[in-house]
Protein backbone atom coordinates (compact mmCIF):
# COMPACT_ATOMS: atom_id res chain seq x y z
CA UNK A 1 0.00 0.00 0.00
CA UNK A 2 1.40 3.61 -1.16
CA UNK A 3 2.59 5.57 2.56
CA UNK A 4 0.17 8.27 1.10
CA UNK A 5 -2.73 5.88 1.51
CA UNK A 6 -1.41 3.90 4.54
CA UNK A 7 -1.13 7.13 6.68
CA UNK A 8 -4.97 8.07 5.75
CA UNK A 9 -6.20 4.90 6.60
CA UNK A 10 -3.87 4.98 10.09
CA UNK A 11 -5.04 8.64 10.63
CA UNK A 12 -8.65 7.88 9.94
CA UNK A 13 -8.59 5.03 11.96
CA UNK A 14 -7.63 7.11 15.14
CA UNK A 15 -10.87 9.97 14.88
CA UNK A 16 -12.41 9.81 17.80
CA UNK A 17 -16.13 8.38 17.40
CA UNK A 18 -17.31 11.61 18.44
CA UNK A 19 -16.81 14.60 16.50
CA UNK A 20 -19.94 16.93 16.78
CA UNK A 21 -19.77 18.19 20.28
CA UNK A 22 -18.24 21.15 21.82
CA UNK A 23 -16.81 21.89 24.56
CA UNK A 24 -15.79 18.00 24.54
CA UNK A 25 -17.75 16.92 27.83
CA UNK A 26 -15.40 15.90 30.64
CA UNK A 27 -16.96 12.28 30.82
CA UNK A 28 -18.43 10.83 27.57
CA UNK A 29 -19.42 7.48 26.68
CA UNK A 30 -20.68 7.38 22.63
CA UNK A 31 -21.33 4.54 20.15
CA UNK A 32 -21.55 4.65 16.59
CA UNK A 33 -24.53 3.67 15.59
CA UNK A 34 -27.10 5.09 13.74
CA UNK A 35 -30.27 6.59 15.66
CA UNK A 36 -33.07 8.40 13.94
CA UNK A 37 -35.45 11.21 15.36
CA UNK A 38 -39.00 10.88 15.18
CA UNK A 39 -40.83 13.52 12.88
CA UNK A 40 -42.73 13.38 16.31
CA UNK A 41 -40.36 14.02 18.11
CA UNK A 42 -40.64 16.12 21.99
CA UNK A 43 -38.88 17.33 24.86
CA UNK A 44 -41.27 16.56 27.82
CA UNK A 45 -40.64 17.72 31.67
CA UNK A 46 -40.91 15.98 34.72
CA UNK A 47 -41.49 18.56 37.31
CA UNK A 48 -44.57 20.89 37.64
CA UNK A 49 -44.18 24.89 36.90
CA UNK A 50 -41.50 24.79 34.60
CA UNK A 51 -39.95 28.50 34.55
CA UNK A 52 -40.98 29.99 31.23
CA UNK A 53 -37.48 30.37 29.58
CA UNK A 54 -36.78 26.54 29.90
CA UNK A 55 -39.85 26.26 27.90
CA UNK A 56 -38.67 28.65 25.70
CA UNK A 57 -35.26 26.93 25.82
CA UNK A 58 -37.22 23.61 24.58
CA UNK A 59 -38.84 24.93 21.93
CA UNK A 60 -35.22 26.40 20.96
CA UNK A 61 -33.88 23.53 20.52
CA UNK A 62 -36.64 21.88 18.94
CA UNK A 63 -36.37 24.41 16.18
CA UNK A 64 -32.38 24.12 16.11
CA UNK A 65 -32.39 20.30 15.84
CA UNK A 66 -34.96 20.56 12.36
CA UNK A 67 -33.36 23.58 11.07
CA UNK A 68 -30.00 23.24 11.16
CA UNK A 69 -30.31 21.04 8.24
CA UNK A 70 -26.47 20.00 8.37
CA UNK A 71 -25.27 17.22 6.94
CA UNK A 72 -22.23 15.16 8.36
CA UNK A 73 -18.45 16.34 7.88
CA UNK A 74 -17.62 13.27 5.72
CA UNK A 75 -16.95 12.31 2.00
CA UNK A 76 -20.68 11.82 0.82
CA UNK A 77 -21.81 14.07 3.46
CA UNK A 78 -23.84 11.15 4.93
CA UNK A 79 -24.48 9.07 2.25
CA UNK A 80 -22.68 6.12 4.05
CA UNK A 81 -24.50 6.04 7.09
CA UNK A 82 -28.10 6.12 4.66
CA UNK A 83 -27.71 2.49 4.31
CA UNK A 84 -28.49 2.33 8.15
CA UNK A 85 -31.47 4.26 7.95
CA UNK A 86 -33.92 1.62 7.18
CA UNK A 87 -33.02 -0.49 10.26
CA UNK A 88 -32.22 2.32 12.81
CA UNK A 89 -34.58 2.69 15.81
CA UNK A 90 -36.39 6.04 16.50
CA UNK A 91 -35.80 8.63 19.30
CA UNK A 92 -39.10 10.29 20.09
CA UNK A 93 -38.70 11.90 23.33
CA UNK A 94 -36.49 13.40 25.15
CA UNK A 95 -36.89 14.32 29.31
CA UNK A 96 -35.88 16.57 31.21
CA UNK A 97 -35.76 16.14 34.88
CA UNK A 98 -34.38 17.61 37.67
CA UNK A 99 -32.76 15.45 40.37
CA UNK A 100 -34.87 14.99 43.36
CA UNK A 101 -32.54 17.11 45.84
CA UNK A 102 -33.09 20.10 43.72
CA UNK A 103 -35.35 22.70 45.23
CA UNK A 104 -38.30 24.38 43.25
CA UNK A 105 -37.28 25.39 40.03
CA UNK A 106 -35.70 28.65 39.29
CA UNK A 107 -35.43 30.15 35.90
CA UNK A 108 -32.39 29.68 33.92
CA UNK A 109 -31.80 33.69 34.15
CA UNK A 110 -31.83 33.43 37.56
CA UNK A 111 -29.25 30.67 38.12
CA UNK A 112 -27.58 32.32 35.08
CA UNK A 113 -26.54 35.12 38.37
CA UNK A 114 -25.93 33.41 40.90
CA UNK A 115 -22.17 34.23 41.94
CA UNK A 116 -19.51 32.06 40.41
CA UNK A 117 -18.64 30.31 43.15
CA UNK A 118 -22.23 29.24 43.65
CA UNK A 119 -23.27 28.70 39.96
CA UNK A 120 -24.02 25.09 39.36
CA UNK A 121 -24.06 24.16 35.56
CA UNK A 122 -23.57 20.37 35.84
CA UNK A 123 -25.76 18.15 33.42
CA UNK A 124 -25.91 14.15 33.09
CA UNK A 125 -27.66 13.18 29.23
CA UNK A 126 -28.04 9.85 28.10
CA UNK A 127 -29.08 9.08 24.67
CA UNK A 128 -30.01 5.56 24.50
CA UNK A 129 -29.99 3.52 21.02
CA UNK A 130 -32.98 1.08 21.61
CA UNK A 131 -35.52 4.26 20.83
CA UNK A 132 -36.31 4.80 24.61
CA UNK A 133 -36.36 8.15 25.76
CA UNK A 134 -33.51 10.29 26.60
CA UNK A 135 -32.53 11.75 29.39
CA UNK A 136 -30.71 15.42 30.36
CA UNK A 137 -30.74 15.53 34.00
CA UNK A 138 -29.37 18.23 36.41
CA UNK A 139 -29.91 19.82 39.68
CA UNK A 140 -30.77 23.65 38.07
CA UNK A 141 -32.42 24.50 35.34
CA UNK A 142 -29.11 26.24 34.22
CA UNK A 143 -27.68 22.87 33.92
CA UNK A 144 -30.61 21.25 31.85
CA UNK A 145 -29.80 24.32 29.30
CA UNK A 146 -26.49 23.72 29.23
CA UNK A 147 -27.83 19.67 28.06
CA UNK A 148 -30.09 21.11 25.64
CA UNK A 149 -26.90 22.74 24.67
CA UNK A 150 -24.94 19.66 24.05
CA UNK A 151 -28.14 17.40 22.56
CA UNK A 152 -28.26 19.86 19.76
CA UNK A 153 -25.35 19.24 18.58
CA UNK A 154 -25.85 15.52 18.13
CA UNK A 155 -27.76 15.57 15.00
CA UNK A 156 -27.04 15.53 11.51
CA UNK A 157 -29.61 15.44 8.20
CA UNK A 158 -29.34 13.89 4.87
CA UNK A 159 -31.93 13.11 2.37
CA UNK A 160 -34.53 14.36 4.97
CA UNK A 161 -33.63 12.13 7.52
CA UNK A 162 -32.30 14.07 11.07
CA UNK A 163 -30.40 11.49 13.15
CA UNK A 164 -27.12 10.82 14.76
CA UNK A 165 -24.32 8.52 14.09
CA UNK A 166 -23.52 8.52 18.30
CA UNK A 167 -25.73 6.17 19.93
CA UNK A 168 -25.99 5.06 22.49
CA UNK A 169 -24.02 7.92 24.32
CA UNK A 170 -23.79 8.76 27.69
CA UNK A 171 -22.39 11.81 29.59
CA UNK A 172 -22.28 11.83 33.35
CA UNK A 173 -21.74 14.73 35.51
CA UNK A 174 -20.41 16.88 32.74
CA UNK A 175 -19.96 20.59 34.35
CA UNK A 176 -17.33 22.86 34.08
CA UNK A 177 -13.55 23.21 35.31
CA UNK A 178 -13.64 26.41 35.85
CA UNK A 179 -16.87 28.80 36.25
CA UNK A 180 -16.04 31.61 33.96
CA UNK A 181 -16.06 31.76 30.56
CA UNK A 182 -16.36 34.76 28.36
CA UNK A 183 -16.55 36.38 25.48
CA UNK A 184 -15.77 40.44 25.31
CA UNK A 185 -17.14 43.06 23.02
CA UNK A 186 -15.87 46.76 22.81
CA UNK A 187 -19.24 48.70 21.74
CA UNK A 188 -17.07 52.04 21.76
CA UNK A 189 -14.76 52.19 19.73
CA UNK A 190 -17.69 50.73 16.68
CA UNK A 191 -20.72 50.13 17.73
CA UNK A 192 -22.92 47.05 17.36
CA UNK A 193 -26.98 46.89 17.29
CA UNK A 194 -28.81 44.91 19.42
CA UNK A 195 -29.79 42.16 16.68
CA UNK A 196 -25.53 42.42 16.43
CA UNK A 197 -25.12 41.47 20.06
CA UNK A 198 -28.15 38.71 20.29
CA UNK A 199 -26.52 36.81 17.39
CA UNK A 200 -23.16 36.73 19.20
CA UNK A 201 -24.87 35.52 22.46
CA UNK A 202 -26.66 32.89 20.27
CA UNK A 203 -23.22 31.32 19.28
CA UNK A 204 -21.86 31.85 22.81
CA UNK A 205 -25.27 29.47 23.79
CA UNK A 206 -24.26 26.60 21.98
CA UNK A 207 -20.25 26.52 22.99
CA UNK A 208 -21.29 27.29 26.77
CA UNK A 209 -19.98 30.30 26.79
CA UNK A 210 -21.77 31.80 30.27
CA UNK A 211 -20.33 35.48 30.47
CA UNK A 212 -20.74 38.25 28.17
CA UNK A 213 -18.26 41.47 29.15
CA UNK A 214 -19.58 44.37 27.48
CA UNK A 215 -17.00 46.77 27.26
CA UNK A 216 -19.33 49.72 26.59
CA UNK A 217 -17.79 53.05 27.08
CA UNK A 218 -14.16 53.92 26.25
CA UNK A 219 -12.63 57.35 25.02
CA UNK A 220 -13.93 57.50 22.13
CA UNK A 221 -17.32 57.08 22.87
CA UNK A 222 -20.70 56.54 25.24
CA UNK A 223 -23.13 54.79 23.76
CA UNK A 224 -24.85 54.07 26.75
CA UNK A 225 -28.43 56.38 27.76
CA UNK A 226 -28.07 56.66 31.74
CA UNK A 227 -31.83 58.03 32.39
CA UNK A 228 -30.11 60.13 35.72
CA UNK A 229 -26.98 61.26 33.21
CA UNK A 230 -28.78 61.79 29.83
CA UNK A 231 -26.02 64.19 28.79
CA UNK A 232 -23.21 61.63 28.42
CA UNK A 233 -24.99 59.92 25.51
CA UNK A 234 -26.16 63.01 24.12
CA UNK A 235 -22.83 64.53 23.74
CA UNK A 236 -21.13 61.35 23.43
CA UNK A 237 -22.53 58.59 21.26
CA UNK A 238 -21.73 59.13 17.32
CA UNK A 239 -25.32 59.70 16.78
CA UNK A 240 -28.60 59.59 18.21
CA UNK A 241 -28.74 55.87 16.42
CA UNK A 242 -26.08 54.69 17.64
CA UNK A 243 -26.40 54.37 21.74
CA UNK A 244 -28.35 51.82 23.93
CA UNK A 245 -31.39 53.14 25.35
CA UNK A 246 -32.53 51.42 28.50
CA UNK A 247 -34.98 49.11 26.99
CA UNK A 248 -31.87 48.13 24.67
CA UNK A 249 -30.25 46.76 27.89
CA UNK A 250 -32.64 45.68 29.36
CA UNK A 251 -33.57 43.16 26.01
CA UNK A 252 -29.76 42.54 25.68
CA UNK A 253 -29.42 40.99 29.84
CA UNK A 254 -32.73 39.25 29.41
CA UNK A 255 -32.07 37.52 25.90
CA UNK A 256 -28.22 36.43 27.57
CA UNK A 257 -30.00 35.55 30.80
CA UNK A 258 -32.62 32.89 28.64
CA UNK A 259 -29.45 31.45 27.11
CA UNK A 260 -27.81 31.03 30.75
CA UNK A 261 -25.38 33.85 29.96
CA UNK A 262 -24.46 36.66 32.61
CA UNK A 263 -24.10 40.24 31.57
CA UNK A 264 -20.27 41.66 33.00
CA UNK A 265 -21.10 45.47 32.09
CA UNK A 266 -17.78 47.98 32.08
CA UNK A 267 -17.26 51.33 32.77
CA UNK A 268 -13.98 51.90 32.15
CA UNK A 269 -12.19 54.66 34.91
CA UNK A 270 -10.10 56.54 35.37
CA UNK A 271 -8.53 56.28 32.14
CA UNK A 272 -10.63 55.69 28.80
CA UNK A 273 -12.81 58.52 29.10
CA UNK A 274 -12.21 61.16 27.66
CA UNK A 275 -15.76 61.29 26.23
CA UNK A 276 -16.66 62.31 29.17
CA UNK A 277 -15.78 66.02 28.47
CA UNK A 278 -17.29 66.06 25.83
CA UNK A 279 -20.65 66.79 28.45
CA UNK A 280 -18.18 67.57 31.15
CA UNK A 281 -15.17 69.21 30.22
CA UNK A 282 -13.99 70.18 33.81
CA UNK A 283 -14.37 66.80 34.95
CA UNK A 284 -11.48 65.47 32.31
CA UNK A 285 -7.80 66.40 32.17
CA UNK A 286 -5.61 66.15 29.28
CA UNK A 287 -8.94 66.75 27.18
CA UNK A 288 -8.60 66.50 23.50
CA UNK A 289 -4.67 67.64 24.09
CA UNK A 290 -2.02 66.04 22.08
CA UNK A 291 -3.14 62.23 22.70
CA UNK A 292 0.86 60.76 21.37
CA UNK A 293 2.08 62.51 24.30
CA UNK A 294 -0.83 62.33 26.95
CA UNK A 295 -2.80 58.52 25.32
CA UNK A 296 -2.51 55.41 24.31
CA UNK A 297 -4.71 56.16 21.29
CA UNK A 298 -6.68 59.24 20.59
CA UNK A 299 -8.44 61.02 21.79
CA UNK A 300 -6.88 62.26 24.84
CA UNK A 301 -8.22 62.67 28.02
CA UNK A 302 -9.52 60.95 31.23
CA UNK A 303 -11.14 61.78 34.48
CA UNK A 304 -9.46 64.25 37.66
CA UNK A 305 -9.19 61.44 39.59
CA UNK A 306 -7.94 63.79 42.60
CA UNK A 307 -11.39 65.48 42.65
CA UNK A 308 -13.88 64.35 45.49
CA UNK A 309 -16.51 66.00 42.86
CA UNK A 310 -15.54 63.84 39.91
CA UNK A 311 -14.89 60.93 42.18
CA UNK A 312 -18.59 61.23 43.20
CA UNK A 313 -19.91 61.88 39.92
CA UNK A 314 -18.28 58.59 39.07
CA UNK A 315 -19.81 57.16 41.31
CA UNK A 316 -23.22 58.31 41.04
CA UNK A 317 -22.68 57.35 36.82
CA UNK A 318 -21.30 53.84 38.07
CA UNK A 319 -24.24 52.73 40.35
CA UNK A 320 -27.29 53.90 38.08
CA UNK A 321 -25.85 51.65 35.46
CA UNK A 322 -25.11 48.65 37.99
CA UNK A 323 -28.69 48.78 39.75
CA UNK A 324 -30.48 48.38 36.73
CA UNK A 325 -28.73 44.94 36.49
CA UNK A 326 -29.03 41.51 37.79
CA UNK A 327 -25.24 40.40 37.27
CA UNK A 328 -23.50 40.37 40.88
CA UNK A 329 -20.13 41.76 39.23
CA UNK A 330 -19.61 44.96 37.37
CA UNK A 331 -16.08 46.22 35.88
CA UNK A 332 -14.73 49.42 36.77
CA UNK A 333 -11.54 48.77 34.40
CA UNK A 334 -9.19 50.72 35.69
CA UNK A 335 -6.00 50.18 33.03
CA UNK A 336 -3.66 52.24 31.19
CA UNK A 337 -3.77 55.54 33.45
CA UNK A 338 -1.28 58.09 31.48
CA UNK A 339 0.48 59.52 34.75
CA UNK A 340 2.02 62.28 32.23
CA UNK A 341 -1.04 63.75 31.56
CA UNK A 342 -2.03 63.98 35.10
CA UNK A 343 1.55 65.23 35.95
CA UNK A 344 0.63 68.02 32.90
CA UNK A 345 -3.22 68.84 34.50
CA UNK A 346 -2.98 71.62 36.52
CA UNK A 347 -6.11 71.34 38.82
CA UNK A 348 -5.02 67.80 39.50
CA UNK A 349 -1.28 68.74 40.57
CA UNK A 350 -3.08 71.75 42.69
CA UNK A 351 -5.39 69.45 44.70
CA UNK A 352 -2.63 66.52 45.51
CA UNK A 353 -0.25 69.44 46.42
CA UNK A 354 -3.21 70.65 48.94
CA UNK A 355 -4.02 67.03 50.19
CA UNK A 356 -0.35 65.75 50.45
CA UNK A 357 -1.30 62.79 48.83
CA UNK A 358 0.62 60.78 45.95
CA UNK A 359 -1.38 60.24 42.66
CA UNK A 360 -2.05 56.62 43.79
CA UNK A 361 -3.04 57.30 47.00
CA UNK A 362 -5.64 59.81 45.53
CA UNK A 363 -6.71 56.60 42.94
CA UNK A 364 -7.11 54.86 46.38
CA UNK A 365 -9.83 57.20 47.54
CA UNK A 366 -11.37 57.70 44.35
CA UNK A 367 -11.78 53.59 43.75
CA UNK A 368 -12.94 53.55 47.09
CA UNK A 369 -15.81 55.68 46.52
CA UNK A 370 -17.02 54.22 43.13
CA UNK A 371 -16.44 50.73 44.68
CA UNK A 372 -18.32 51.56 47.81
CA UNK A 373 -21.07 52.84 45.42
CA UNK A 374 -21.14 48.91 43.93
CA UNK A 375 -20.95 47.19 47.02
CA UNK A 376 -23.71 49.15 48.43
CA UNK A 377 -25.89 47.55 45.34
CA UNK A 378 -24.41 43.71 46.42
CA UNK A 379 -21.92 43.90 43.64
CA UNK A 380 -18.28 42.43 43.23
CA UNK A 381 -16.40 44.83 41.10
CA UNK A 382 -13.82 43.70 38.49
CA UNK A 383 -10.89 45.44 37.66
CA UNK A 384 -7.43 44.98 34.91
CA UNK A 385 -4.26 43.88 36.52
CA UNK A 386 -2.68 47.05 36.72
CA UNK A 387 -4.22 48.16 39.87
CA UNK A 388 -2.67 45.64 41.40
CA UNK A 389 0.46 44.69 39.74
CA UNK A 390 1.16 48.84 38.80
CA UNK A 391 -0.69 51.27 41.25
CA UNK A 392 -0.87 49.04 43.97
CA UNK A 393 -4.36 49.82 45.27
CA UNK A 394 -4.99 49.44 48.47
CA UNK A 395 -8.68 50.04 48.78
CA UNK A 396 -9.54 46.97 46.81
CA UNK A 397 -11.53 44.19 48.64
CA UNK A 398 -10.31 41.20 48.53
CA UNK A 399 -13.09 39.46 46.82
CA UNK A 400 -12.09 41.68 43.85
CA UNK A 401 -11.57 40.04 40.55
CA UNK A 402 -8.78 41.22 38.83
CA UNK A 403 -8.45 40.64 34.41
CA UNK A 404 -5.26 39.56 33.54
CA UNK A 405 -4.68 41.22 30.08
CA UNK A 406 -0.77 42.65 29.25
CA UNK A 407 0.42 38.89 29.67
CA UNK A 408 -0.18 35.46 30.71
CA UNK A 409 3.16 35.66 32.92
CA UNK A 410 1.44 38.31 35.38
CA UNK A 411 -1.36 36.08 36.27
CA UNK A 412 0.61 34.31 39.20
CA UNK A 413 1.82 37.99 40.41
CA UNK A 414 -1.81 38.50 41.08
CA UNK A 415 -2.78 35.26 42.57
CA UNK A 416 0.49 35.72 44.67
CA UNK A 417 -1.46 38.38 46.02
CA UNK A 418 -4.53 36.61 46.79
CA UNK A 419 -6.91 38.15 44.39
CA UNK A 420 -9.36 35.87 42.36
CA UNK A 421 -8.73 35.95 38.41
CA UNK A 422 -9.97 35.93 35.13
CA UNK A 423 -7.54 34.91 32.43
CA UNK A 424 -7.46 37.84 29.43
CA UNK A 425 -3.94 37.94 28.15
CA UNK A 426 -3.30 39.66 25.39
CA UNK A 427 -0.95 36.71 23.82
CA UNK A 428 -3.41 34.22 23.41
CA UNK A 429 -6.84 35.94 23.72
CA UNK A 430 -6.89 39.01 21.58
CA UNK A 431 -9.07 38.11 18.61
CA UNK A 432 -8.26 41.76 17.29
CA UNK A 433 -4.38 41.11 16.99
CA UNK A 434 -2.51 40.55 13.66
CA UNK A 435 -4.49 42.83 11.50
CA UNK A 436 -1.64 45.78 10.94
CA UNK A 437 -1.82 49.38 12.17
CA UNK A 438 -5.11 51.09 12.26
CA UNK A 439 -3.35 54.10 13.06
CA UNK A 440 -2.93 56.54 9.94
CA UNK A 441 0.46 57.44 8.00
CA UNK A 442 1.94 54.26 9.34
CA UNK A 443 1.94 52.17 6.54
CA UNK A 444 4.45 49.81 7.46
CA UNK A 445 3.35 49.54 10.67
CA UNK A 446 1.79 45.97 12.56
CA UNK A 447 -0.72 45.55 15.56
CA UNK A 448 0.36 46.33 19.18
CA UNK A 449 0.12 42.94 19.94
CA UNK A 450 1.12 40.90 17.23
CA UNK A 451 0.73 38.44 15.72
CA UNK A 452 -2.69 36.92 14.70
CA UNK A 453 -3.74 34.88 17.55
CA UNK A 454 -4.81 31.35 16.09
CA UNK A 455 -7.55 29.19 17.28
CA UNK A 456 -4.22 26.53 17.54
CA UNK A 457 -2.52 29.14 20.14
CA UNK A 458 -5.77 29.68 22.33
CA UNK A 459 -6.42 26.33 22.66
CA UNK A 460 -3.22 25.50 24.10
CA UNK A 461 -3.30 28.31 26.89
CA UNK A 462 -2.89 26.27 30.23
CA UNK A 463 -5.11 28.19 33.19
CA UNK A 464 -2.50 27.06 35.76
CA UNK A 465 0.85 27.61 34.52
CA UNK A 466 2.73 28.50 37.40
CA UNK A 467 -0.20 28.33 40.01
CA UNK A 468 0.54 26.45 42.80
CA UNK A 469 -2.11 23.68 44.32
CA UNK A 470 -3.23 26.43 46.55
CA UNK A 471 -3.84 28.68 44.65
CA UNK A 472 -6.12 26.50 42.11
CA UNK A 473 -9.29 27.97 43.38
CA UNK A 474 -8.33 31.78 42.79
CA UNK A 475 -8.44 31.16 39.07
CA UNK A 476 -12.22 31.71 38.22
CA UNK A 477 -11.47 30.67 34.60
CA UNK A 478 -11.09 33.61 31.18
CA UNK A 479 -12.33 34.73 28.19
CA UNK A 480 -11.65 36.05 24.56
CA UNK A 481 -11.54 39.52 23.60
CA UNK A 482 -12.40 41.77 20.63
CA UNK A 483 -11.26 45.38 20.94
CA UNK A 484 -12.84 47.23 17.89
CA UNK A 485 -10.63 49.75 15.95
CA UNK A 486 -10.53 47.96 13.37
CA UNK A 487 -13.85 45.79 13.49
CA UNK A 488 -17.83 46.43 12.75
CA UNK A 489 -21.01 44.38 12.18
CA UNK A 490 -19.44 43.64 8.94
CA UNK A 491 -16.88 41.23 10.42
CA UNK A 492 -17.72 40.54 13.94
CA UNK A 493 -18.67 36.95 13.11
CA UNK A 494 -16.16 36.61 10.89
CA UNK A 495 -13.50 37.51 13.40
CA UNK A 496 -14.83 35.95 16.56
CA UNK A 497 -15.72 32.79 15.76
CA UNK A 498 -15.42 30.27 15.49
CA UNK A 499 -11.82 31.22 17.27
CA UNK A 500 -13.73 32.20 20.53
CA UNK A 501 -15.03 28.73 20.89
CA UNK A 502 -11.74 27.49 21.16
CA UNK A 503 -11.23 28.81 25.07
CA UNK A 504 -14.71 27.51 25.53
CA UNK A 505 -13.26 24.17 25.40
CA UNK A 506 -10.39 24.97 27.43
CA UNK A 507 -12.20 26.20 30.33
CA UNK A 508 -14.87 23.78 30.60
CA UNK A 509 -13.59 20.52 29.89
CA UNK A 510 -9.81 21.70 31.60
CA UNK A 511 -7.01 19.70 30.63
CA UNK A 512 -7.80 16.16 29.98
CA UNK A 513 -9.75 14.96 27.60
CA UNK A 514 -12.53 12.86 28.09
CA UNK A 515 -9.97 9.87 26.33
CA UNK A 516 -7.88 10.85 29.53
CA UNK A 517 -5.36 12.27 27.06
CA UNK A 518 -4.27 16.26 27.43
CA UNK A 519 -6.07 18.97 25.60
CA UNK A 520 -3.23 20.43 24.68
CA UNK A 521 -1.30 17.70 22.48
CA UNK A 522 -4.50 16.94 20.98
CA UNK A 523 -5.30 19.37 18.52
CA UNK A 524 -5.45 16.91 16.01
CA UNK A 525 -8.60 15.77 17.45
CA UNK A 526 -10.29 19.13 18.48
CA UNK A 527 -9.99 20.38 14.82
CA UNK A 528 -12.95 18.05 13.31
CA UNK A 529 -15.41 19.12 16.18
CA UNK A 530 -14.62 22.80 15.87
CA UNK A 531 -15.19 22.34 11.82
CA UNK A 532 -18.08 20.63 13.08
CA UNK A 533 -19.69 23.57 15.56
CA UNK A 534 -18.68 26.33 12.83
CA UNK A 535 -20.61 24.64 10.35
CA UNK A 536 -23.21 24.73 12.53
CA UNK A 537 -22.78 28.03 13.58
CA UNK A 538 -23.03 28.76 9.80
CA UNK A 539 -26.57 27.09 9.16
CA UNK A 540 -27.85 29.69 12.00
CA UNK A 541 -26.86 32.28 10.53
CA UNK A 542 -23.60 33.31 12.15
CA UNK A 543 -20.86 33.75 9.66
CA UNK A 544 -18.35 32.05 11.05
CA UNK A 545 -15.09 31.96 8.88
CA UNK A 546 -13.96 28.67 7.40
CA UNK A 547 -10.22 26.74 9.09
CA UNK A 548 -9.66 24.78 6.19
CA UNK A 549 -10.30 24.22 2.30
CA UNK A 550 -13.62 21.91 2.86
CA UNK A 551 -12.23 19.15 1.40
CA UNK A 552 -9.64 18.86 4.71
CA UNK A 553 -13.04 19.09 6.60
CA UNK A 554 -14.70 16.39 5.44
CA UNK A 555 -11.37 14.28 5.80
CA UNK A 556 -10.08 14.50 9.18
CA UNK A 557 -6.79 14.89 10.25
CA UNK A 558 -5.56 14.26 6.69
CA UNK A 559 -4.91 17.63 6.36
CA UNK A 560 -2.12 17.78 10.04
CA UNK A 561 0.54 17.52 7.70
Avoid at 162 to 181: C, E, G, K, M, Q
Wanted: some cysteine; overall charge negative.
Amino acid sequence: MPLFITAIVLALSAIPCCLSIWPIPRSLDSGNQILKLSGLFDISINFTNPPQDLLDAVTRTKYSIQTDQLERLIVGRGLSDSTAFGSAKTLRTLMLALEQSASTAQPIATEAVVALDARDEGYSLSVPLDGSAGVVSANTTLGLLRGLSTFEQLWYTYDGTIYTNYAPLTIVNDSPAYAYRGFMLDTARNFFSVSDIKRTLDAMYLVKINTFHWHITDSQSWPIQVVQFPELAQAGAYSTNQSYTSSDIQDVVTYAGERGIDVLVEIDTPGHTAIIGASHPEYVACYLSDWITFAGEPPAGQLRLADAKVANFTAAVLAAVAETLPSTIFSTGGDELDTACYAADGPTQMMLNESGRTLFEALDIFTSTTHGALHALGKTAVVWEEMILEYNTTTLRNDTIVMVWISSDDAAAVVQKGYRIVHAPSNYFYLDCGAGEWIGNDPTGNSWCDPFKTWQESYTFNPLANISSAQVSLVLGGEQLLWTEQSGPENLDSIVWPRAASSAEVFWTGDTLPDGFDRVGNISEALPRLHDVRYRMVQRGIKAIRLQPEWCALRPQVCDG
